[in-house]
């Protein structure tokens, strides 16, 4: 059975780092687009945001949110069939569920983020929380 795998999260203080991880299982993330979502506390589905994004191409092309460009940095490892979310100076409002997603499409890094395009899987969620 297809499915992504989220690992991290936590309570971590403002200024502080953290990891998130996501490993595909069922497939091989080779040749997939990749992303981060956030869904801030008392947003609704709908109102989840693309933070970061990678296409599937051999450049690895990135997306960020605006908010999160120079804190945020996403990665992958395809033969570890795994990826990951650094996060760097922690905000308050980086508080939030974080997804997961990959898909199998040729589509731009900024499409996946800002339109969700082409996700095939979604992780269940991590729980950042940064205290204010």
């Known amino acids: 059975q297809a499915q992504l795998v989220q690992s991290g999260g936590g309570l971590v203080q403002p200024g502080g780092s953290l990891r998130l991880s996501c490993v595909a299982s069922?497939?091989?993330?080779?040749?997939?687009?990749i992303g981060w979502f956030r869904q801030a506390p008392g947003k609704e589905r709908k109102e989840r945001e693309g933070?970061?994004?990678?296409?599937?191409?051999?450049?690895?092309?990135?997306y960020y949110l605006e908010s999160v460009k120079g804190r945020f940095s996403i990665s992958r490892d395809n033969a570890a069939n795994t990826f990951y979310l650094q996060i760097n100076n922690l905000k308050a409002n980086d508080t939030g569920d974080y997804y997961c997603?990959?898909?199998?499409?040729?589509?731009?890094?900024?499409?996946?983020?800002?339109?969700?395009?082409?996700?095939?899987?979604w992780g269940a969620g991590t729980t950042v929380t940064v205290p204010s």
């Open positions: 069922g497939f091989s993330l080779d040749r997939y687009a």
């Open positions: 933070v970061s994004c990678m296409d599937s191409t051999r450049a690895a092309n990135q």
């Open positions: 997603s990959a898909g199998r499409t040729i589509t731009s890094a900024q499409r996946v983020c800002q339109w969700e395009f082409g996700v095939d899987y």
